[in-house]
């Protein structure tokens, strides 16, 4: 099970090593409460039932979770969505003998999902939140209200509602979220507590729910720890490629060799040996059959990698950066020459076309899952995105502040496309508009490397500053750095488990980072 940022625990009963990692500044109240008042919902009129958080969707059908004494009632009951439409809940299933139950109801409408997260790292005195539908007091009121709560974790039981807050209970907010700093949901608003030893409102912790990750979006990377540190490189390490099946990491070197590594036993498996300079870029095909690699030496070399062999080399290249990408289709590998991109077919292993119009070397390639759009980033002229279909040129993208742009990655459903530059930031993009997005910063220095999780959900940095940066995309917010390396990370690679990240750095070494 995974859980969210800034908390030092980890799940399981393997021993690792704790990464030396650090949590960015939280996010205000006012940032907090803008996100607990999108996904709380009410459920009952005036008269009052309790409260419920959004924590799932399935097409048009969402899923609230609240506790089972707000509904435990037979029959159907009203609840109001966040923008105050009102839909119909039919019936709920309790989680087994815990106090929290589950409820639908369908909308064609888009509601945002919660993000939960562990609870057992917040602890007493730490500042969390709730929120809620409390039941109005005054005779005069004839609605109810969203409110949202700051309180502090007073204390931790042993029981099914082990979450003590401070603050006056609250009928009605009953079943409502608990939040952490961040805006992750970590618990259930449960009941008042009110004994000799405290008194205060009682939460029922997230994690105690059975099968959560099969029913909430539990946050990605929330722990995570150095798994090895891979050294035998002479010479700073600038790309790393992980293959399709997980098994293997091919490392580029400026040593002049590529080196294969196993996942499993974090052991050396070859050196790829042929080329007379730099190894800058490598990348494995979609089949994992072949690796491709580009030089300084001005030669891009195919490698088997069963038998671990070269089994071409493509000459004739006017420059010393080479990057390579193969499309998701496997047909494609894409190459860049100078101020040029060269697509070549790989089962006749001819050049079928030359993409022209930059003024610089190019620097990055990244292609669409759908093989349909191929994205480069250059040494100075604006991003690129070309239809390699019809190979012309789409639309031209400027934002950064600096036009060397030494990485892009495309995000598993196509939609997002993110670059990175000397300008220390990351921008996000939207790829069917053209427009940007979002621009991520954090980094003090350059950032060389990007790439996003399998699931789409994390965004991976590497940056000259010897640190790497996780980004939550729902939120586009910070929130880890890895920090370890004694000088600049040059590339990373998400396993396609989405559980192991790779990264490659200038102090010679690779490290495997993985989310627990």
């Not at 053209?434 to 789409?456: R, Y």
């Not at 990373?492 to 192991?500: E, I, L, N, Y």
Request: proline share 5%; net charge neutral; charged share 15%.
């Amino acid at each position: 099970m995974k859980f969210s940022p800034g908390l030092g625990v980890i799940l399981g009963t393997a021993t690792v090593a704790l990464v030396q990692w650090q949590a960015v500044s939280a996010p205000t109240s006012v940032q907090v409460n803008e996100i607990a008042k999108q996904i709380t919902v009410m459920i009952g009129g005036l008269d009052g039932e309790g409260s419920g958080v959004i924590i799932n969707r399935q097409g048009n059908t969402y899923t609230v979770l609240t506790a089972y004494h707000v509904v435990e009632k037979p029959g159907g009951r009203d609840l109001t969505a966040p923008d105050g439409q009102q839909y119909r809940a039919e019936s709920s299933q309790r989680l087994g003998k815990l106090d929290l139950a589950l409820i639908k109801f369908s909308s064609s409408r888009n509601y945002p999902v919660a993000q939960v997260a562990d609870s057992s790292a917040v602890k007493p005195g730490a500042r969390v939140y709730s929120a809620g539908f409390p039941v109005p007091s005054g005779s005069n009121v004839q609605e109810r209200r969203y409110f949202f709560i700051p309180a502090q974790m007073s204390e931790r039981g042993t029981g099914e509602s082990d979450l003590l807050l401070t603050g006056q209970p609250r009928k009605g907010v009953s079943g409502g979220p608990i939040l952490n700093a961040w805006g992750f949901v970590i618990g259930i608003y449960g009941q008042q507590e009110s004994s000799r030893y405290a008194k205060g409102v009682r939460g029922i912790p997230i994690e105690k729910i059975p099968n959560l990750e099969s029913i909430a979006a539990v946050v990605p990377w929330a722990n995570p720890t150095l798994l090895a540190t891979l050294t035998g490189h002479s010479d700073l390490v600038e790309s790393v490629a992980i293959s399709p099946d997980g098994r293997t990491l091919a490392s580029g070197s400026w040593d002049n060799t590529i080196k294969l590594w196993n996942l499993q036993t974090q052991r050396e498996i070859a050196t790829l040996t042929g080329h007379s300079s730099y190894v800058s870029y490598v990348a494995i095909s979609p089949d994992g059959r072949t690796l491709a690699s580009g030089s300084w030496d001005n030669t891009i070399k195919l490698w088997n990698l069963q038998i671990q062999r070269e089994i071409a080399t493509l000459m004739g290249y006017l420059d010393s950066n080479l990057p390579v990408a193969f499309s998701p289709d496997g047909r494609t590998l894409a190459i860049g020459n100078g101020s040029m991109i060269k697509l070549w077919n790989l089962q006749t292993q001819q050049q079928i076309a030359t993409l022209t119009g930059y003024s610089s070397s190019v620097l990055s390639l990244a292609i669409s899952p759908d093989s349909r759009t191929l994205v480069s980033g250059s040494l100075d002229d604006p991003i690129k995105l070309w239809n390699l279909q019809t190979q012309q040129q789409i639309a031209n993208l400027t934002g950064h502040s600096t036009s060397y742009v030494p990485s892009v990655a495309i995000s598993p459903d196509g939609r997002t496309l993110a670059s990175v530059s000397y300008d220390n930031t990351i921008k996000l993009w939207n790829l069917q508009t053209q427009q940007q997005i979002a621009t991520l910063t954090g980094h003090s220095d350059s950032v060389n490397s990007v790439a996003f999780s399998p699931d789409g959900r994390t965004l991976a940095s590497g940056s000259r500053d010897k640190t790497i940066k996780l980004w939550n995309l729902q939120t586009q917010q910070e929130f880890a750095t890895l920090t370890g390396n004694s000088e600049a990370v040059n590339s990373v690679a998400f396993s396609p488990d989405g559980r192991t990240l790779a990264s490659g750095s200038t102090d010679k070494t690779i490290k495997l980072w993985q989310d627990r």
